[in-house]
């Protein structure tokens, strides 16, 4: 069985789409396709005039018409080739090819030998949280790079960090990055998120984007690799939604240490300022928390007389010189103290429940199957919606439903489907249901409804998506809120799609 640096991640490359002697710009040969994503198609390839292996990056044909998408990709180029950090991948060259079918924008980089994090949690369900901080380590201090060129990344998730048998990090797909200060390539009033399930909160409310929306994305990443699954895991997006905006993550694996959770929980503040205040911080958060020692177990004896067998081990901390024979009772009666106090915050523990989060996981019945299911469905948006709605009906609390702008359970609020007030005399509206519609069409059923505080917000189209339509809404159809409540509504498109 090989050992954990000797698994295999990289997949198998296959040849499609270009027959395997193509060439562009007269240099690049092209040899297998080896990953695919919104943007276009990474081949693996030799500049024939260096004799030095490549990845070329061809942008999708269906894009390629597009001037705000060749734009994209240009600034792509420029953003990467002002990076210079062994943890970002290096960039060769860009250039613009005419091809039959209109020009061709292509990117070429280092190839890194390896694979994905993400084919390497497809080969392993959890990484070791010492593995694990080691890359997250290096994939942070890839992202100060960045920030300290300017430059957000904005869509960090595991197919987008390489890690190489050796376990070194490069960062990859810059493509929906942008430099602080740079005019906005969407619309005004749309703005761009990442992978949904890696998406920090400020993002989905469509705010500005800052250095922290990588340092929550990075957080996601290695909750993952702990946990095995993403901390807000479904197969409905609105779920997903609705976790990131409200929700408070799932406590980690009982054998996650205690400084490697609080590095990752605290990368997952709903609040920015209570995050890392850099990714550099959050890197060496995760190289502390690997170093620090663990408590030192110390054997507390049985009463004279007691058998061997009842001896108990409690984790106490460095411990002290062997205590002489005039002092034994003196130590034992001090050890006796500190386990009744321990007793005893166990029992205060019980009763107050300090850990008790802000709602439940949508999606999470802490089995493995469910695990497996969800964090599959949730990186690509891909939904079952009919299961998880009635997952979510039930297992939402109260405390939810006000988060998501809908009348809690104790309000005293009218309770009729065409608003009401809440009780205080304050007029709530019902929410209209905007899933299904055009993005151009939900401001104006929003407005016939009373609320002009709205935000529409793209996130990454691939090919054969249904383009410009709403897929979902927060807060949700049906919650009764104040007019002034913000609504958010997702569809795919953006960047010159949705006109």
């Known amino acids: 069985m090989p050992t954990p640096d000797e698994t295999p991640i990289g997949r198998e490359p296959t040849r499609e789409s270009l027959p395997p002697t193509a060439i562009v710009s007269d240099r690049y040969r092209l040899d297998h396709r080896i990953g695919s994503g919104g943007m276009g198609e990474v081949w693996s390839g030799l500049d024939t005039r260096l004799e030095r292996p490549v990845a070329v990056k061809l942008m999708h044909h269906e894009l390629s018409g597009n001037k705000r998408f060749r734009a994209r990709f240009a600034s792509e180029a420029k953003l990467v080739a002002a990076l210079d950090s062994p943890h970002v991948a290096t960039l060769y060259d860009y250039g613009e090819e005419a091809t039959p079918g209109g020009p061709r924008s292509y990117l070429v980089m280092e190839m890194v030998r390896g694979g994905s994090l993400a084919d390497l949690l497809d080969t392993r369900d959890t990484l070791a949280p010492g593995e694990t901080m080691k890359i997250i380590a290096q994939a942070a201090e890839g992202l100060q790079a960045a920030h300290d060129a300017g430059i957000i990344h904005r869509d960090v998730k595991p197919g987008n960090i390489l890690v ?9 797909d810059f493509g929906i990055a942008r430099a602080k200060g740079e005019a906005r390539l969407t619309k005004s009033g749309e703005a761009v998120l990442g992978t949904l399930a890696y998406t920090s909160p400020e993002q989905l409310n469509g705010d500005e984007p800052t250095p922290s929306v990588d340092v929550y ?3 996601v990443v290695a909750y993952e690799c702990l946990a095995g699954r993403p901390p807000f895991a479904s197969d409905n997006p609105g779920a997903v939604l609705k976790g990131h905006l409200y929700q408070q993550p799932p406590p980690l694996p009982d054998n996650v240490p205690a400084p490697v959770a609080e590095a990752v929980m605290r990368a997952l503040d709903k609040d920015p300022e209570q995050r890392w205040t850099s990714t550099a911080a959050f890197a060496q958060a995760c190289r502390d928390a690997v170093e620090a020692p663990e408590p030192l177990p110390v054997k507390v004896s049985a009463p004279v007389g007691g058998p061997e067998s009842e001896a108990t081990t409690v984790p106490l901390g460095p411990t ?8 034994r009772r003196i130590g034992f009666g001090r050890v006796a103290a500190v386990l009744a106090a321990v007793v005893l915050l166990v029992a205060v523990a019980v009763l107050w429940r300090p850990w008790t989060y802000f709602g439940e996981a949508p999606g999470h019945d ?14 690509d948006g891909k939904s079952d919606k009919s299961s998880e709605k009635d997952k979510t009906k039930n297992s939402a609390s109260s405390k939810s439903e006000a988060a ?3 009348q809690s359970s104790d309000s005293g609020g009218n309770d009729s489907s065409s608003g009401g007030d809440d009780g205080n005399g304050n007029e709530r509206v019902e929410v209209p249901d905007l899933e299904g519609r055009t993005h151009t069409e939900a401001p104006n059923v929003l407005e016939s409804h009373g609320f002009d505080n709205y935000k529409g917000v793209a996130q990454p189209w691939n090919p054969g998506d249904q383009a410009c339509v709403v897929t979902s809404q927060v807060p949700v159809a049906g919650a009764k809120v104040d007019p ?16």
């Open 484 to 499: 002034d409540t913000k609504i958010n509504f997702y569809f795919k498109g953006g960047e010159g799609i949705c006109q």
């Open 164 to 172: 190489t048998g050796d376990r070194h990090v490069k960062l990859i």
């Open 366 to 379: 802490g089995s493995k199957e469910a695990a497996t299911k969800d964090v599959a469905d949730s990186s």
């Open 320 to 327: 002290g010189p062997v205590p002489s024979s005039g002092t």
């Open 404 to 406: 998501e702008g809908g």
């Open 217 to 219: 994305s990075l957080g």
